[in-house]
């Protein structure tokens, strides 16, 4: 009969497997340009959006900060 650890082991195993897989997963190519949904400049856009659009979140306070700093 399985204890506690053998179903640990087991469940480690798969995560371990999961990923793995994930991550071989491609990394679609992108490319500078200007966002199609926010409207901001940025240095990587896939299928036209850049990250934060595409995950559904907004940029952090301190990521304005800095653009300004560096930008002027």
Known sequence: MADTADF???????????????ARAPVPAGAPG???????DMPRLVEGRCGFCR????PPPSW?????????
């Open 8 to 22: 640990a082991a087991t469940l480690a195993d798969a995560h371990l497997e999961r990923s793995i897989i994930a």
């Open 34 to 40: 200007e966002c199609a949904q926010c409207g901001e």
């Open 55 to 58: 995950g559904g979140r907004a």
């Open 64 to 72: 304005y900060e800095a653009r300004e700093a560096t930008n002027g």
